[in-house]
């Protein structure tokens, strides 16, 4: 299995960016994809995933800002992040499970700064 993590950069605060996490073969047959995300000197932490069925999971701290989606079609998993924070500066990493074990994409930075 692998992922490909894209779209991170460098924006001002309220600004937009789109992560995508693309992968190898079919992305259907994941149990469940997410986005995690890893701030110097803080742990890992879950920002937001869908499951093959589409449900969806958010971080508290990404509610109403954040919007994680799949296109079955392009084997893709997108992260729309909205009025984007100082706070949300970090690597992101893209992560899929399947038959209960997680597979790691490398991380793709965003930065939130003026």
């Known amino acids: 299995v692998q992922l490909q993590a894209s779209g991170g950069g460098l924006v001002q605060p309220g600004g937009s960016l789109r992560l995508s996490c693309a992968a190898s073969?079919?992305?259907?047959?994941?149990?469940?994809i997410g986005w995690y995300r890893q701030a110097p000197g803080k742990s890992r932490e879950l920002v937001a995933s869908i499951t093959r069925g589409f449900g969806t999971n958010y971080a508290d701290s990404v509610k109403g800002r954040f919007t994680i989606s799949r296109d079955n079609g392009k084997n893709t998993v997108n992260l729309q992040m909205n009025s984007l924070k100082p706070e949300d500066t970090a690597v992101y990493y893209c992560?899929?499970?399947?038959?209960?074990?997680?597979?790691w994409g490398q991380g793709t930075q965003v930065t939130v700064s003026s």
């Open positions: 992560n899929a499970v399947l038959d209960r074990i997680g597979y």
């Open positions: 073969g079919t992305i259907s047959r994941f149990k469940t």
